[in-house]
């Protein structure tokens, strides 16, 4: 076998350790070091023959690693950590602040041709993979409207926020999608629907000891942005019943496009729709990085700069199989 | 708007108008001639303004026509006019004959070369779409298994089959998926199961007057290649009634692929799954080669040539958007 790609992974959450354990189901990549702004002697690293490093020394390893898969949060970390590191090495991240995703692009570009590297941002299922959908059955079926589902799945966002209500111990959020919506929009209704008409939103909820479930439930209900424009239901159980049975961190969605073809005189429906069902979000995400990894390494062997997405990468670059090989597989 | 990307038809049956009407879908495109076998004058074209010509004056539209899009079969017309084409014009098709994707491949990069041209072959969604996401997913989760259902569609040439059958004067075959074996994979179980296991056939048959119905059941269900190994259902009806009920142009089907990721002593499932609903086939597919041919003819702009497939085509190539505006607004 040809050299394994070198591989780092800056920041050690859930994500971090997804994208390690991915690492492991693909045998051309070797993963070489986890970088974290804790004490590398804090931090038990299940693959063996890893190094555990601060942060601070990263550009040691400037000559070590082909690809660092940046596995921080987009809130803070990645907008200050993503370009210094995209001068250093060739980078793959999920940011996801939709709204700032043209700007952090702008960024990313700048570092990495600075540092004739590459930079692939917003990698993960979405964006990412649920992005390239939209792209494609937009692009094959102008005439339609897509629709974007997410769930059932936990979101961390809304369960950070009820657990942000008083008198609420611990709680988690699941995002479901309506199933008469989903029906709609497969039959073909184009309908128009909010977020709100797409998902119901399900609070599991602890509360401390005496505080008042009527007036805990009211003010999740009405809280603004986050569930005031949902149906929402609240229920109360056990801080053990929420260990035992919500501590998991599945999630999915889908992508529906329905359109039209034919003429005018005599059109024809057509749907396409991409899902993914994930009992493990964070170790779904880490893979979905780990393969867009080996994309970037290519591009930039390949003598390309600059920041890219999901929107620039040929697929074959994805696999472990050349490119004669895929034609005779699994096309 | 910049100037419009000049499209050409070659072979003008279902496919080929599927491709007439998606142009008409895609405000950056105008179709030029389509160019045919048959007599010129015996083609109604209904978009105005759009040439009829004879295939053997294709040479002349050279310098008039920036992508040619295929819509001949492949078991005989593609084999012949693709590499002959492909040394005139930037080309699309749909080649489909899965063993002899690596030889045609060869066969038309080398055309395209000659000619400073881009040939996209085995564009469509199965070959195409399928093959991407079969990619894709597979690069994404190594520990896993991909599955292909096909249906509930019509089977050109299954139906052939059938009305090769002495005694048979009509008939469509519909392949459908069978539910629980989906269901097997859905939910995981990472099955082992052949064509038959994964579909059933079900034959609607006209007969000829005074013909054997039970000899021409027992003929069609025990065919080899074609049925001998599916649960077939055979069900006799009136010319009337297959006029009436069966001559739509109906397909689908789904790519899943079921793997695990995480650490051996903590597993998680993962599904991905793709799925088509398609009122009429060929006009879907038509409207898969139509973005596939501004992807041929950005390719070939940039300067590439030679044969490539749909694993080679960055998504965002085949978007009438800027890749700025699809960063915004589709990540």
Known sequence: ???????????????GKGVEAAIGYNPDMELVAVFSRRDPESIALPTPGVESVHISEVEKYRDKIDVMILCGGSATDLPVQGPLLARIFNTVDSFDTHAKIPEYFTEMDGSS???SKISLISVGWDPGLFSVNRLMMEAILPGGSTYTFWGKGVSQGHSDAVRR???????????????????????????????????????????????????IERKIKTMPNYFADYDTEVTFISQEDLRFNHSGMPHGGRVIRSGVTGQDTDRHNQTVEFSLDLKSNPEFTGSVLTAYARAAYRLNKDGQTGAR????V????????SAAELRKTLL
Chains 1, 2 share one sequence.
Do not use: W
Request: net charge neutral; hydrophobic share 30%.
């Open 1 to 15: 076998m040809e050299q394994r790609i070198k591989i780092g992974i800056a920041g050690y959450g859930n994500l």
């Open 113 to 115: 041709k600075r540092g």
């Open 165 to 215: 209500v008083p008198g609420v111990k611990d709680a988690v959020q699941y995002t479901i999608p309506i199933e008469k919506a989903l029906n709609r929009v497969r039959g073909g209704e184009n309908p128009d629907l909010s977020p709100g008409e797409r998902h119901l939103r399900h609070c599991y909820v602890v509360i401390e000891e005496g505080a008042d479930k009527e007036e």
């Open 309 to 312: 997405t999901v929107f620039d």
């Open 314 to 321: 040929p697929p074959g670059l994805l696999s472990m199989k």
